[in-house]
């Protein structure tokens, strides 16, 4: 059984309309926004689909007319940027994996500040945390991660396709609790994760790589 379905099974808060038109998905986004901006500055539990709609300019009627709760809106908000975040890390990664480079270091400092700069997300970890719900949205961009993360050990080093998919997974889980805790904390605790972080992917990454070159000489 794979690690994410050893989790019981939570439905995910439902979005109830999928915009096609321009206009649809103007709206949808300014739900969102308005979200986003309410989380920065009132926090999760003052972010109600009542305060969602007047700060986004809309009835009630609207707003629920696209999500069924607040969860939803979370849930939706989530995914806009873990996958912003999981495209721009994506090129980056594959970027790293056909150049010399040997350090993670820009990568990582590159991903906090993408999940940080991004307004009401810190804010949405808690809840992120807290509703079983949203955990699935985590584990799905940790999956596409671990993908590419595969990706990039097969083409530097001589490891099997299993063990390079069963150490992008490790290392995208890893990373993920790393991250998550350096966004909740002050910003000089945050760096000195990201350090601690950065020395122990790269250690790991040039133990491989040098074992690639070892191999190559024999």
């Not at 595969?150 to 099997?160: D, G, I, N, Q, S």
């Not at 997974?169 to 000195?192: K, M």
Request: hydrophobic share 40%.
């Amino acid at each position: 059984m794979a690690r994410s379905d050893t989790l019981q099974a939570v439905q995910r808060p439902r979005q109830r309309v999928s915009p096609v038109q321009e206009r649809s998905r103007q709206k949808l986004n300014t739900i969102l926004d308005a979200t986003a901006n309410l989380l920065v500055q009132q926090g999760v539990e003052a972010t109600t689909m009542l305060a969602i709609a007047e700060a986004a300019d809309l009835s009630p009627a609207t707003v629920y007319h696209y999500f069924e709760n607040r969860l939803a809106i979370f849930a939706a908000l989530a995914e806009r940027t873990m996958t912003m975040v999981d495209n721009n890390l994506s090129e980056r990664l594959n970027a790293f994996a056909v150049s010399n480079e040997q350090s993670t270091h820009e990568l990582l400092q590159t991903l906090y500040q993408l999940y940080h700069q991004t307004p009401g997300y810190v804010s949405l970890l808690t809840a992120l945390r807290a509703e079983p719900s949203l955990q699935a949205l985590v584990r799905e961009s940790n999956r596409r991660i671990a993908d590419v993360i595969c990706e990039v050990l097969v083409r530097r080093t001589p490891l099997t396709l299993r063990r390079a998919q069963r150490l992008g997974w490790i290392l995208s889980q890893s990373c993920d609790q790393v991250l998550q805790e350096a966004l909740l904390s002050t910003p000089e605790e945050a760096q000195a994760l990201l350090e601690e972080l950065t020395e122990m992917v790269d250690t790991l990454l040039v133990h491989y790589i040098q074992n690639s070159k070892n191999s190559a000489l024999n």
